[in-house]
């Protein structure tokens, strides 16, 4: 099919990148369709899309283990679909462990593949730059000191910018919309908010909540007016209302009252990942917690070549966001790690000062939009494969 992308997401964040992806390159090649894999972003964006990413998304090796049987059949759907439709080109975002083995059979099929979000090389598996060449026709970044790591073995890489810096719904609430999210949820303004994110993924979810409820739980009697708030996904919403019962915990799954949240907390509690990106965009105080199967804890440990696990942190090369990892992500850990950002204005100045130099390694110049500069790359690949 002359004008078909296939395109391909698993978590969250990709759906996101995805769906801006679509829309932008929409705007500047309206004849281009898209096909693949993706999750309600994308498929309203205009995706035809062959499943839902949720019945392959898993994180963690044990976690990827209990649906193997499924993702093995998916695979075999997607390499299939891929086979008959001879698309103009591969779109991978992220999601490597599903992605790495469709990228791998669509070049061998001549199909040229760009891959947007590039592996964590920097942190573990370094010898994935090596060899990515072999599969990967154009690399697209989200991080300014990525590509050297990745051109150095022949691959052209573009840094095409962080897609949190232009996230709408993170953006400064007008004094209406705060006033309308804090009458909607039955908030009061003159009262603590702490913003509570246990995470994107279903895995996350069931790990996180219940440590970060008692976390919460336990800070509330040391400040009678704490109120908290959970932005989460319609799909998660049954499971975290079986968990919750107390008034001053609300829970939300409008998009852009996350982002509002975000902006009029006094802190947050995040499970360690992009979400703390987000944080700094909005900046909101912080400290980052996260737990995974010992056996997943143990493997990554090793492998592991960084000191830090929140991306603030990783980017900073120092511990801006208070990390509280496997054992030290318990309830009462987290309780004075809240309480001590609660109370401690010194230490929140410090983040939101350390925050402005992370946005800077996720800009582009000129304030270019980066949805904008992957799809122009994506437009001029699918003109000219070879000036790639």
Not at 85 to 101: E, Q, S, T, V
Not at 197 to 218: D, M, W, Y
Not at 300 to 312: D, E, N
Request: aromatic share 8%.
């Amino acid at each position: 099919m002359a004008n078909t992308v296939f395109i391909i997401a698993g978590e969250v964040s990709g759906d996101i990148i995805g769906e801006r992806l679509i829309e932008a390159v929409a705007r500047l090649d309206p004849s281009v369709q898209f096909v693949g894999i993706g999750g309600d972003r994308m498929i309203k964006a205009g995706l035809q899309s062959l499943f839902h990413m949720k019945d392959v998304s898993a994180i963690g090796l044990v976690e990827v283990l209990s649906k193997l049987p499924t993702i093995l059949k998916k695979l075999h759907a997607v390499n299939k679909a891929i086979k008959s439709i001879k698309p103009k080109a591969l779109i991978a975002i992220d999601f490597p462990g599903f992605n790495d083995r469709i990228m791998k059979k669509a070049k061998k099929l001549g199909i040229p593949v760009i891959r947007y979000v590039a592996p964590q090389v920097w942190a573990w598996r370094p010898s994935r730059a090596k060899n990515m060449p072999k599969f990967v026709d154009c690399l697209l970044t989200l991080f300014k000191f990525e590509p050297p790591l990745f051109e150095k073995y022949g691959l052209k890489t573009v840094f095409v910018g962080h897609p949190v810096v232009e996230d709408g719904d993170l953006a400064h609430p007008s004094a209406q919309e705060i006033d309308v999210f804090f009458e909607k949820y039955k908030l009061v303004k003159s009262h603590p908010l702490i913003c509570l994110l246990p995470g994107s993924r279903l895995s996350e979810i069931h790990r996180h909540t219940p440590i970060f409820l008692e976390a919460v739980k336990l800070a509330k009697n040391k400040i009678p007016d704490l109120q908290v708030f959970i932005p989460t996904f319609d799909d998660y919403v049954e499971y975290l209302s079986e968990l919750i019962d107390e008034k001053w915990i609300k829970i939300g799954t409008d998009y852009r009252d996350k982002g509002i949240a975000m902006r009029t907390a006094a802190c947050a509690l995040a499970a360690s990942g992009t979400v703390t990106l987000e944080l700094a965009y909005t900046g909101t105080p912080a400290i980052a917690a996260y737990q995974v199967n010992p056996v997943t804890a143990f493997i990554v440990k090793k492998l592991m070549k960084i000191k830090h696990v929140s991306l603030v942190n990783i980017l900073l090369k120092e511990t801006a966001i208070p990390e509280f990892l496997q054992k030290d992500c318990n309830a009462k850990a987290l309780c004075s790690g809240l309480l001590n950002l609660i109370a401690n204005k010194t230490l929140c100045d410090y983040q939101r000062k350390a925050y402005k130099k992370v946005l800077t390694e996720l800009t582009l110049p000129n304030a270019v939009k980066p949805s904008d500069k992957a799809a122009a790359c994506v437009a001029d690949f699918i003109r000219d494969s070879t000036l790639f």
